[in-house]
């Protein structure tokens, strides 16, 4: 918004509910939509065992145009994003394998000392991006 005075930067809502998100959340988000940017970008990257140096590199100029992940640290993106299991696989209790069944995606939660998990459906009523959450 310009107004007589000077210029001012109103916040879309999407900016504004983002700038309201918790840190964890938007740890969350941050690695979420950088695990989709690099598997547009590389497919299959979490199977290549990428170097930390080949994934900052690969996401510096999402990081550098994606107006909220400022507020988040490349390099804590990107170790949580070495931590993805490849082929989707998760680690269970007591370190047994299960692989993904197919009724959801693997997703990280709980902030820069969280994990992947599996996530609801792509789609689903539980996906908060299929229904304009």
């Not at 145009?65 to 490849?86: C, G, H, I, N, S």
């Amino acid at each position: 918004m310009i107004a007589a005075t000077g210029a001012r930067h109103a916040l879309s809502v999407t900016e504004a509910i983002i700038a309201a998100m918790p840190r964890e959340e938007l740890f969350d988000l941050a690695v979420e939509r950088a695990d989709t940017y690099l598997s547009r970008l590389l497919p299959g990257w979490e199977r290549s065992e990428p170097s930390a140096q080949r994934l900052i590199a690969a996401t510096e100029l999402w990081y550098l145009r994606t107006r909220f992940v400022y507020r988040v640290p490349l390099e804590d993106v990107v170790a949580a994003l070495l931590t993805k299991p490849p082929n989707g696989t998760l680690t269970g209790q007591g370190g047994v394998t299960v692989e993904k069944d197919g009724a959801g995606t693997l997703v990280w939660r709980g902030g820069q000392g969280g994990c992947w998990s599996q996530g609801p459906q792509q789609g689903s009523k539980e996906d908060p991006e299929a229904n304009g959450g």
